[in-house]
Structure formats: structure tokens, C-alpha cells
């Protein structure tokens, strides 16, 4: 089970929402905590790792975007953003950024846990089927090495930072090397719960992650689009 032990950190700047979450995932199973603003947030950080940050977009002093973009670099927790802005931009951004997901507010508590346990299961999936046999553990594609045990990608022996999503995008394509995937396959595998309509954030990932392991982002060697169909990912240069 996802929610088990999974340790939740709530960054918003509202007693009231901080409260509601807090009570509301305690009673879902997880171990929740919460604070104001990025100042608590990195006090927090430093004797504590949670599995998800929840994380305010709108806060006093540093704002949830550039406390998102330093924790992307700094901290392999994942991070769900909330935002009363619930235009598309600023959504965009925030995963460009290295959010996991965006969620809208006002928001329905249950969407809310379903996406947080997508998060989760992603995590926790890939972690188990990474371990379940050692001799597959190691993915690579000309200069770089996918390691599924660590979740982490090196090229040559420089680490390249990923998100929880962007490991999770990687991941798919190289367990499916040479097969066209369409965006409404790889938001099932990725999601995990019902997608908006047309909805961008796969584009918005692909974007993000060719900008971490491809030369030119303008012509791609591993991630290409297949117009009409969706992606391939070619591990082997042509």
C-alpha cells in the first residue's frame, strides 16, 4: 500500500488549508507535518526527508516556484504544487520547474489524495520492480547510465539530476525502447488516475527531460516525436 508510513511535508502559508490537510491525510494513514514558508520549509529539511512535499505557490518571502526549483536540484523528495492560479502558465511552469503535479485550488480533497497516491506508487513501483532483478538494474543509452535501484542517471560519471517524474518518464521509454507511445499511454503509466482534457504535461515532460540527456533538444537523438502518434525512444544511434 502507497499511504503507508509515507511521510508528507504541507508548505502553505494558511492555517486553514495547513489544518484541513494535516487532519485530512492523518486519517487517509500518512505522517504529515507542515509549515509556513521556505524559511520553516528548509529548517524542516535538515533533520527530516519526506516522501512528498505539498507545496503553496502563493507564499510570504521566497515563492513556491523558486522554492520548487531548488529543491528539484537539492532534495529527491517529490513535490505536488498547489496554486489558486490555476491558469495554464503558471501550471506549466511549475513542472518545468520539477514539480510532480500542480492541483488547482479550490480542490476536491479526494483528487487531491488520488494524485498524491500516483506520486507515490510511482515511486514506490519503480523502486520495487528496479530490485526484483538485480541483472536489469543498469539502463544505458550512449553516454549515459540509467541505475534503477539508486534512480539515478549519470552521464558518463557526471550525475544528471531528475525529478521523481522525470525518472519515471525516462524509465518508461528505456523499458520500451523502439515502440512509438502515445501521450495517453504514457499519462496512464505516469498518472496513474483520470487526466484533464488535453492535457499538455506529458509534452511539458518530454520538453524537460530532452533538455537533460539530449545534445540538440531541436533535433533529438533518443526521445523523437512521432507526429500524429506520440514518442519513440531510440537508445541506439541511427
Same mark, same amino acid.
Not at 6 to 24: H, Q
Not at 69 to 75: P, S, V
Not at 195 to 204: A, E, F, K
Given at each position: 500500500?502507497?499511504?503507508?508510513?509515507?511521510?508528507?511535508?504541507?508548505?502553505?502559508?494558511?492555517?486553514?488549508?495547513? /489544518?484541513? &490537510?494535516? #487532519? =485530512? @491525510?492523518? *486519517?487517509?494513514?500518512?505522517?504529515?507535518?507542515?509549515?509556513?514558508?521556505? /524559511?520553516? &520549509?528548509? #529548517? =524542516? @529539511?535538515? *533533520?527530516?526527508?519526506?516522501?512528498?512535499?505539498?507545496?503553496?505557490?502563493?507564499?510570504?518571502?521566497e515563492d513556491g516556484l523558486s522554492i520548487a526549483q531548488r529543491l528539484h536540484?537539492?532534495?529527491?523528495?517529490?513535490?505536488?504544487?498547489?496554486?489558486?492560479?490555476?491558469?495554464?502558465?503558471?501550471?506549466?511552469?511549475?513542472?518545468?520547474?520539477?514539480?510532480?503535479?500542480?492541483?488547482?485550488?479550490?480542490?476536491?480533497?479526494?483528487e487531491l489524495l488520488a494524485r498524491i497516491r500516483a506520486i507515490l506508487r510511482?515511486?514506490?513501483?519503480?523502486?520495487?520492480?528496479?530490485?526484483?532483478?538485480?541483472?536489469?538494474?543498469?539502463?544505458?543509452?550512449?553516454?549515459?547510465?540509467?541505475?534503477?535501484?539508486?534512480?539515478?542517471?549519470?552521464?558518463?560519471?557526471?550525475?544528471?539530476?531528475?525529478?521523481?517524474?522525470?525518472?519515471?518518464?525516462?524509465?518508461?521509454?528505456?523499458?520500451?525502447?523502439?515502440?512509438?507511445?502515445?501521450?495517453?499511454?504514457?499519462?496512464?503509466?505516469?498518472?496513474?488516475?483520470?487526466?484533464?482534457?488535453?492535457?499538455?504535461?506529458?509534452?511539458?515532460?518530454?520538453?524537460?527531460?530532452?533538455?537533460?540527456?539530449?545534445?540538440?533538444?531541436?533535433?533529438?537523438?533518443?526521445?523523437?516525436?512521432?507526429?500524429?502518434?506520440?514518442?519513440?525512444?531510440?537508445?541506439?544511434?541511427?
Amino acid at each position: 500500500m502507497t499511504n503507508q508510513k509515507n511521510k508528507i511535508l504541507v508548505v502553505d502559508d494558511d492555517p486553514g488549508i495547513r /489544518e484541513l &490537510l494535516e #487532519r =485530512y @491525510l492523518q *486519517e487517509q494513514g500518512f505522517i504529515v507535518s507542515c509549515v509556513e514558508d521556505g /524559511e520553516t &520549509l528548509d #529548517r =524542516y @529539511l535538515t *533533520e527530516n526527508n519526506p516522501d512528498l512535499i505539498i507545496l503553496d505557490l502563493m507564499l510570504p518571502g521566497e515563492d513556491g516556484l523558486s522554492i520548487a526549483q531548488r529543491l528539484h536540484a537539492n532534495n529527491d523528495s517529490a513535490i505536488l504544487m498547489l496554486s489558486a492560479r490555476g491558469e495554464d502558465v503558471d501550471r506549466i511552469v511549475g513542472l518545468e520547474l520539477g514539480a510532480d503535479d500542480y492541483l488547482a485550488k479550490p480542490f476536491n480533497p479526494r483528487e487531491l489524495l488520488a494524485r498524491i497516491r500516483a506520486i507515490l506508487r510511482r515511486k514506490n513501483d519503480s523502486l520495487k520492480n528496479s530490485q526484483h532483478n538485480k541483472n536489469d538494474n543498469i539502463h544505458s543509452f550512449g553516454p549515459f547510465h540509467l541505475n534503477a535501484v539508486s534512480q539515478e542517471l549519470k552521464r558518463d560519471d557526471k550525475v544528471v539530476s531528475l525529478s521523481s517524474g522525470e525518472y519515471a518518464l525516462l524509465k518508461i521509454f528505456v523499458d520500451h525502447p523502439d515502440r512509438v507511445m502515445s501521450r495517453d499511454t504514457l499519462i496512464d503509466m505516469l498518472k496513474g488516475y483520470e487526466r484533464l482534457p488535453y492535457d499538455r504535461s506529458i509534452d511539458v515532460r518530454v520538453t524537460r527531460l530532452r533538455r537533460k540527456i539530449e545534445d540538440d533538444v531541436a533535433s533529438p537523438t533518443y526521445i523523437r516525436t512521432v507526429w500524429g502518434e506520440g514518442y519513440r525512444f531510440t537508445p541506439g544511434q541511427e
